[in-house]
């Protein structure tokens, strides 16, 4: 059995894996995307098993479509990469499944973005359908401010930076949580805390801080049915508490976990890497 972790950077979750994986002995190859020469018309490839951990969404898309076309068990697979990495495809997948999520809207020009936000009402949160770290997410406070974000989004080149994405901005408290899914099992759960540094923003890459959430009965339920919606895999499930109960505003498809791993007490890259390995023997 040959496996590989495919990477744009070692990062701190990509060396824990590699240190899981060898401690479990799995030696794992690096693969560097950087440095991959993939023959499109002819996919080959020497590896049972990648562990997909690229840091780019593109990148990500193309090097699992192609192993898989290779033979390749990808973790996690095209599929699943291609439905959570786009909010527009992903928003849409969770509400058509049942899962609780926030209201939302997509929109293709200001004056249908400013038509969708009279729908949803102020406050409301705007985001681009690609990116992570909640990078160029906004809450909108009212229609200058509105006006303002689609006049900035019209300058810039890219065509899916013109689509809009609106949602319902919920009134969480100081904190939303991020449950990780490997199989069929929620393994742990954090709460993502705001501060003074992050704002009403609760990532932890962005200064938030992580303490963690008891995984109830509801929580890993709801975790595992938003999961299973892109396939069996391994996910970060981002939910929100509402006063309706939980609602899932994202999944993601390469999560990471090192701000996780202290308080929850559970040895995340571990059992992620004992899953990929039971993967790759079935």
């Known amino acids: 059995m040959r496996a590989?972790?495919?990477?744009?950077i070692i990062s701190a979750e990509n060396k824990l894996l590699l240190e899981a994986a060898k401690a479990?002995?799995?030696e794992l190859e690096r693969l560097a995307d950087a440095e991959?020469?993939?023959?499109?018309?002819?996919?080959?490839?020497?590896?049972?098993?990648?562990?997909?951990?690229?840091?780019?969404y593109a990148r990500t898309l193309y090097t699992s479509f192609w192993f898989e076309q290779a033979g390749a068990y990808v973790c996690n697979p095209y599929a699943a990469h291609h439905l959570c990495g786009d909010k527009y495809l992903a928003s849409t997948l969770l509400a058509k499944a049942g899962i609780p999520t926030?209201?939302?809207?997509?929109?293709?020009?200001?004056?249908?973005?400013?038509?969708?936000?009279s729908a949803l009402a102020f406050p409301l949160v705007m985001k681009p359908v690609f990116g992570s770290w909640a990078r160029m997410v906004h809450k909108i406070n009212d229609r200058e401010a509105l006006e303002a974000e689609l006049e900035n989004r019209e300058e810039m080149g890219h065509a899916f930076q013109k689509v809009y994405y609106l949602q319902e901005h919920i009134d969480k408290p100081g904190r939303?949580?991020?449950a990780f899914v490997v199989g069929n099992e929620c393994i742990g759960a954090i709460y993502r805390n705001a501060t003074e540094k992050s704002g009403w923003i609760t990532n932890t890459g962005r200064g938030g801080t992580a303490t963690n959430c008891p995984v109830t009965e509801e929580l890993n339920e709801l975790a595992v049915r938003a999961a299973h919606v892109f396939g069996e895999g391994i996910y970060g499930v981002d939910m929100m508490?509402?006063?309706?109960?939980?609602?899932?505003?994202?999944?993601n498809h390469t999560t990471e976990f090192r701000n996780s791993i202290a308080p929850t007490g559970v040895d995340i890259p571990?059992?992620?890497?004992?899953?990929?390995v039971s993967r790759l023997k079935r």
């Open 270 to 276: 571990g059992i992620m890497i004992e899953y990929f």
């Open 102 to 117: 926030p209201r939302t809207y997509g929109s293709f020009t200001p004056e249908s973005a400013t038509k969708s936000a």
């Open 24 to 26: 479990r002995g799995l």
């Open 176 to 178: 939303d949580i991020r």
């Open 4 to 8: 590989a972790l495919l990477y744009t």
């Open 241 to 251: 508490e509402s006063g309706n109960g939980l609602v899932v505003h994202e999944v």
């Open 36 to 56: 991959l020469q993939l023959e499109l018309t002819e996919p080959q490839t020497e590896f049972d098993g990648i562990l997909q951990r690229s840091s780019s």
